[in-house]
């Protein structure tokens, strides 16, 4: 069936540091793509997402770019502070309905 | 305006009772999600409504999972005979449009913590 990997599982980084989290999926009619950010105890938020005919996304210290061929997408965090510690998912579509497919998720620790 | 709710935030349980999971999607979003995360885990599909319509009912792990909904907005989920390893964070998620249109974008409610004792 549809799978999304995601690595690394924990990363941690000093203030200011980039942070960097990939993801591949099986599925090649998968044709979106959103990152999620969840604090503890708190719902999923979507911080960026990326559609198949784009290679690239950025927003503000946020980027995202997309691989359609190696099937591979990555999230990249440029001067992170301590606020952007949390749990990040990405996910992937399946199927006409929109369902996403997950990943097991990254815990980011920004260290001040 | 307001998000997506869910009720109740937490629920316990005893194994073999059933219950009823509710979800308020953003008024006017037109489809309906069903994820169940495990502690520590990534989120798993469970079912997807285009409005009162389920067709996508894969992720429903076995038929003691039900789901439907009413009037295009409110879905319950119901789990029967509830068991120790349905105990899970239930979320609900409501996108604008269907896949395509470019209103896909889901939005989470808060969840419901069931833990089933």
């Known amino acids: 069936g549809e799978n999304v990997e995601q690595h690394p599982s924990t990363l941690s980084v000093q203030e200011g540091d980039s942070a960097v989290i990939k993801c591949t999926y099986s599925d090649s009619a998968s044709n979106y793509f959103p990152w999620y950010k969840q604090e503890l105890g708190k719902r999923p938020q979507l911080i960026i997402d990326i559609r198949s005919n784009v290679g690239e996304k950025k927003d503000q210290r946020i980027a995202v770019t997309l691989n359609k061929t190696a099937k591979h997408f990555s999230l990249h965090i440029t001067e992170t502070q301590p606020e952007d510690s949390a749990v990040y998912f990405c996910?992937?579509?399946?199927?006409?309905?929109?369902?996403?497919?997950f990943g097991q998720g990254t815990t980011l620790q920004v260290k001040p | 305006g307001a998000g997506v709710s869910q009720s109740p935030s937490n629920k316990v349980t005893e194994k073999g009772k059933d219950v009823e999971l509710r979800c308020d999607p953003i008024?006017?979003?037109?489809?309906l999600y069903w994820y169940r995360q495990s502690l520590g885990q990534g989120l798993e599909f469970l079912i997807y409504f285009q409005g009162n319509s389920a067709p996508d009912k894969s992720g429903l792990p076995s038929d003691r999972f039900s789901a439907e909904r009413t009037g295009g907005s409110v879905s319950t989920l119901t789990i029967q005979r509830t068991q120790q390893e349905d105990s899970a964070v239930y979320l609900c998620?409501?996108?604008?449009?269907?896949?395509?249109?470019?209103?896909?974008?889901?939005?989470f409610g808060p969840g419901t913590r069931l833990l089933v004792l």
């Open positions: 996910a992937a579509s399946s199927g006409n309905t929109g369902k996403l497919i």
């Open positions: 998620a409501s996108s604008l449009d269907s896949p395509g249109s470019g209103g896909e974008t889901q939005y």
């Open positions: 008024s006017g979003h037109t489809a």
